[in-house]
């Protein structure tokens, strides 16, 4: 299975201040179509988490362009060029590159 | 795109069995290249549980449930199942559904609301 580490844990952030998130993968999420096999998603209390970047680096609809995913191969970062009050939760990075989806185990963002 | 709709979950003993739905739309359902279930145990992260291929059939299972739980679908109600038998006290977690496409049309997972499963005497 591939292992996937966040880091922090835990992000205390300043409103307008950036922000960003590590994700490292055990193996290559890069496909032989050359797409990164990486997803971030925010979960707020009591709610299912909402995507916000597939593919490493693509925005999902609706989702702030302040938000952005870069990265390759096994190194990936989430940043947020400047923290609101709504994007506190857990971020989570995800792997679909194979079976079994696995998650890191979140980033605890809060103000 | 419509959101995948969850039903069944609730308080169960343990070794006891529960159903779990997740309903889709015709045109969301068909457009899937697999869906999963994952859940999230109280105050923890996410943790696959099962996946289920739509070209193939293919089933997979996490070591914790497997020959426990089983995954499948109804065509002609666009409906996955989780089937999931001889409840453990550690199953107890939220449980989503999610589905996704494959390739270049890949556009991330799209999750239901999540369901509650106790196991519980």
């Known amino acids: 299975d591939i292992v996937m580490t966040q880091s922090p844990l835990s992000l205390p952030v300043t409103p307008g201040e950036p922000a960003s998130i590590s994700c490292k993968a055990s193996?290559?999420?890069?496909?032989?179509?050359?797409?990164?096999?990486l997803d971030w998603y925010l979960q707020r209390p009591g709610q299912s988490p909402q995507l916000l970047i597939y593919?490493?680096?693509n925005r999902a609809s609706g989702v702030p362009d302040r938000f952005s995913g870069s990265g390759s191969g096994t190194d990936f970062t989430l940043k947020i060029s400047r923290v609101e009050a709504e994007d506190v939760g857990v971020y989570y990075c995800?792997?679909?590159?194979?079976?079994?989806?696995?998650f890191g185990g979140g980033t605890k963002v809060e103000i | 795109e419509e959101p995948l709709l969850q039903s069944g979950g609730g308080l169960v003993q343990p070794g006891g069995s529960l159903r779990l739905s997740c309903a889709a739309s015709?045109?969301?359902?068909?457009?899937?290249?697999?869906m999963s279930w994952i859940r999230q145990a109280p105050g923890k992260g996410l943790q696959w549980v099962s996946t289920?291929?739509?070209?193939?059939?293919?089933?997979y299972y996490a070591d914790s449930v497997k020959g426990r739980f089983t995954i499948s679908r109804d065509n002609s109600e666009n409906t996955l199942y989780l089937q999931m038998n001889n409840l453990r006290a550690e199953d107890t977690a939220v449980h989503y559904c999610?589905?996704?496409?494959?390739?270049?049309?890949?556009?991330?997972?799209?999750w239901g609301q999540g369901t509650l499963v106790t196991v519980s005497s």
């Open positions: 999610v589905g996704y496409r494959y390739g270049a049309s890949y556009r991330g997972l799209s």
């Open positions: 015709r045109f969301t359902f068909s457009s899937f290249y697999a």
């Open positions: 289920l291929t739509f070209d193939a059939g293919v089933t």
């Open positions: 193996q290559s999420l890069l496909h032989s179509n050359g797409y990164n096999c």
């Open positions: 593919l490493g680096s």
């Open positions: 995800m792997q679909v590159r194979q079976t079994p989806l696995t």
